[in-house]
């Protein structure tokens, strides 16, 4: 499945992107005055390879969740049952991507591939319905946490390649369900130390500059998950040229499934909204096993966290908005939703100058 999803990975359409640079001069409204909305409705034109490209409705949150063995080096004073309690919260609808998703009109699917602790959770529904009313959830436990990446791999190659390929079949999924674009969502307590060891061995940043406080942590502790991040690089060496590698060594069972589901997206040509650091770092893996799979991301927004930073200066990604976020569960993306559909939208719906009747200066 991988191998032939990688394969299915095309550059975006150079005459649809021109055929949108073309509607963009002939539109009611001064060249360039979009700014970076233009050059995105052009990169989505090459992606769908139609000028105008479809309106991204329907949109779909995956929220991929995991727990990690590098909790026990203390680098979050989060205890690690509270992966399994938010995934309660998010089916039940009261966290704030359900809020963020309910106001978009995104649905919301919750899948397992690595928590730690029992789910109070029943069965899933045989199909993906979208409806933004009814979370979803999907178990696709690959095993219960990673390994401590300070010890040991985090995962074996097969294990983070069944990951992977998780991510891949949700997106299918969703894109067979109707779905339009995808959002990246994550919960996992410890995320963010995994997250910037990948964007440190991906990047080759220093990981003072790849590593962020998380969900706040003290001076103390951020020495601690520093000095972590340093010591896994070190003893692992990953190599950025095999990124199944890389994930199996330093990564978490969410970030190889949000690869996947990157992946999958962009070999059905469908857009993928990038939330924060976790899904950048993923990003990064996505673009290391086939690198025009960028053309298919979209920066949703840039994280507090620096490494998200790093990452997206390294994918040649611009954020839609800046917000100073740092919650993860997929809700920056989706306060960028409309940003993206609007891009669409003006090639759909605005008037040319002809059409309109307007002089042209």
């Given at each position: 499945m991988l191998e032939t999803t990688i394969a299915a990975i095309r550059p975006l359409d150079e005459a649809a992107m021109a055929d949108a640079r073309e509607l963009h001069g002939r539109l009611t409204k001064p060249a360039g005055s979009l700014g970076a909305l233009e050059e995105l409705s052009v990169r989505l034109a090459g992606l769908a390879a139609t000028c105008p490209p479809p309106v991204p409705e329907r949109a779909a949150v995956a929220i991929f969740a995991g727990d990690h063995g590098v909790h026990a080096q203390r680098v979050t004073p989060w205890p690690q049952e509270v992966t399994a309690q938010m995934i309660g919260n998010f089916l039940a609808g009261g966290a704030v991507v359900n809020a963020f998703a309910r106001q978009a009109g995104a649905s919301v699917t919750v899948v397992d591939v690595g928590v730690a602790t029992p789910l109070p959770v029943g069965p899933a529904p045989a199909s993906p319905a979208l409806d933004p009313s009814a979370p979803r959830f999907v178990a696709a436990t690959v095993r219960r946490g990673t390994r401590d990446l300070a010890v040991t791999a985090a995962l074996t190659r097969d294990e983070a390649e069944a990951a992977v390929r998780t991510g891949i079949?949700?997106?299918?999924?969703?894109?067979?369900?109707?779905?339009?674009?995808?959002?990246?969502?994550?919960?996992?307590?410890?995320n963010t130390t995994p997250a910037?060891?990948?964007?440190?061995?991906?990047?080759?940043?220093?990981?003072?500059?790849?590593?962020?406080?998380?969900?706040?942590?003290?001076?103390?502790?951020?020495a601690r998950k520093v000095a972590v991040v340093r010591a896994a690089l070190a003893r692992h060496a990953p190599d950025r040229a095999d990124p199944l590698g890389v994930l199996?060594?330093?990564?978490?069972?969410?970030?190889?499934?949000?690869?996947?589901?990157?992946?999958?997206a962009a070999a059905r040509r469908t857009p993928v909204l990038l939330d924060g650091v976790i899904a950048v770092s993923a990003a990064l893996a996505a673009a290391a096993f086939a690198p025009d799979a960028v053309g298919a991301m979209i920066a949703g927004h840039r994280s507090a966290e620096p490494g998200a930073t790093v990452a997206l200066r390294h994918l040649g990604l611009d954020p839609l908005i800046d917000l100073g976020l740092r919650l993860g569960?997929?809700?920056?993306?989706?306060?960028?939703?409309?940003?993206?559909?609007g891009a669409v939208r003006v090639l759909h719906e605005v008037a040319t100058f002809d059409s309109a009747g307007v002089a042209e200066k």
């Open positions: 079949r949700i997106a299918d999924e969703l894109i067979d369900a109707g779905a339009g674009i995808l959002l990246t969502g994550d919960m996992g307590i410890g910037a060891a990948l964007i440190a061995a991906f990047t080759g940043a220093d990981p003072l500059d790849a590593t962020g406080r998380g969900t706040g942590v003290d001076d103390p502790t951020y199996a060594a330093v990564g978490g069972l969410e970030h190889a499934a949000l690869a996947g589901l990157i992946l999958g569960e997929g809700t920056g993306a989706l306060l960028a939703l409309p940003v993206v559909t």
